[in-house]
């Protein structure tokens, strides 16, 4: 368990040295805080100079989705053609056109505003919660309800719900290779560091948008294998996603997604699988085949694949929205017939028979007073 403060500053452009070199005392003082959490009236003194984010009425937000359909280019082709028309004496004809326009207009405004709200309210619905520490006391809230000053608890498998300064670590560290570059993890203690450093050693601080935990299962550096249902268990509880890369295991280790809770695996196929290079393999739960959006799409993400109309793309409703891009068809047979072959074998005997051996190598190379750095023990139930 670690805590933090929410590090975004309150006005105050005297002060010069950036959060993650501010001294503790420093930090306290600056957002009257405190390591036992604000109190509940000033977290309402707090918030009551928070920005407030408003929503147009019903009817000025139909008016702004009209003036946008309005301004189509097709819808404008119209309206010139009515002009037209209505000029040259074709009433009719004008008035027609002109009738289509507005329900036209009027249906995609009303579709597009319902739309917008539904979608607000499932935002809503799933916005997470952030544990801070308010009065000594630890207690959920929802992360639109932090304001400057608050203690947040963290832990494994945590969503860090706001960019923070660290006041207090035990054995912290944090994947922050998508705000970094930099791969593996990184660790955080409470110590101020220079005011220069890089981003990626800004060892006091923490940063917002930590939303999934991507592990392998089998360290390939010590084949030790982790406790993929517990680390899924955490992720859960703290509002993350749990990623597992299988290409250390797949083929060689039974693995049941269902039992374990993984929201997604993902394989190579050379490994274990005894497949060809150049085919790959992704599970993706079912609680997420419509909620996850792909980064790359193609004509193969389409729900009709052969439907090739560049102005629109609808997602199929489960993991084919991640096929963006023509396959590479040979390779697939042949990872298929490795497939077929392992599950003749049997994965569980192929996995009793690889510890048989190694509990043989370990004893032999213990007999040798050889050290030994992978794990001896089970631990992966």
């Not at 919660?129 to 203690?151: H, K, M, Q, S, W």
Request: charge should be negative; charged fraction near 20%; glycine fraction near 8%.
């Amino acid at each position: 368990m670690a805590s933090a403060t929410p590090a975004s500053r309150p006005a105050d452009p005297a002060s010069a040295v950036p959060v993650h070199a501010e001294p503790l005392a420093v930090l306290w003082e600056r957002t009257s805080s405190r390591p036992g959490g604000l109190t509940a009236e000033e977290v309402e003194q707090r918030r009551g100079t928070a920005v407030v984010r408003t929503e147009d009425s019903p009817a000025m937000a139909i008016f702004e989705e009209v003036a946008e359909s309005l301004a189509e280019p097709l819808m404008l082709l119209l309206l010139l053609v009515a002009v037209l028309s209505a000029i040259f004496g074709e009433l009719r004809d004008a008035i027609a056109i002109f009738v289509v326009i507005v329900i036209i207009g009027a249906v995609e405004a009303i579709a597009e505003v319902r739309a917008k709200r539904a979608l607000g309210a499932l935002r809503d619905l799933s916005a997470p919660n952030a544990l801070v520490r308010r009065a000594g006391v630890a207690e959920a809230v929802p992360v639109g309800g932090l304001v400057v000053g608050d203690v947040l608890l963290v832990e494994a498998g945590s969503l860090v719900a706001a960019d923070a300064r660290v006041v207090e670590a035990d054995g912290l560290a944090t994947d922050e290779s998508r705000l970094t570059g930099y791969p593996g993890v990184a660790a955080k203690g409470a110590d101020p560091v220079a005011a220069d450093t890089p981003l990626a050693e800004r060892s006091s601080l923490l940063h917002a948008g930590t939303a999934v935990v991507c592990v392998s299962d089998v360290v390939y550096s010590t084949g030790q294998r982790l406790d993929v249902a517990g680390l899924a268990e955490a992720a859960h509880r703290n509002g993350a996603l749990l990623i597992i890369d299988a290409t250390q295991s797949a083929g060689g280790i039974p693995i049941d997604v269902g039992a374990l809770g993984v929201d997604a695996l993902i394989t190579a196929s050379y490994k274990w699988l005894c497949g060809p290079f150049g085919v790959a393999v992704m599970y993706l739960a079912p609680h997420l085949h419509e909620r996850l959006e792909p980064g790359l799409v193609g004509f193969r993400s389409h729900e009709q694949m052969w439907d090739l109309r560049a102005d629109r793309l609808k997602l199929p409703p489960n993991a084919h929205r991640f096929e963006f891009s023509t396959m590479a068809y040979g390779c697939a047979p042949g990872l298929a017939s490795s497939i077929d072959y392992l599950l003749r074998l049997d994965v569980g005997r192929i996995f009793s028979r690889n510890k048989t051996l190694a509990d043989l190598l370990i004893e032999g190379l213990r007999e040798r007073n050889a050290e030994i750095l992978s794990p001896t023990y089970d631990g992966a139930p």
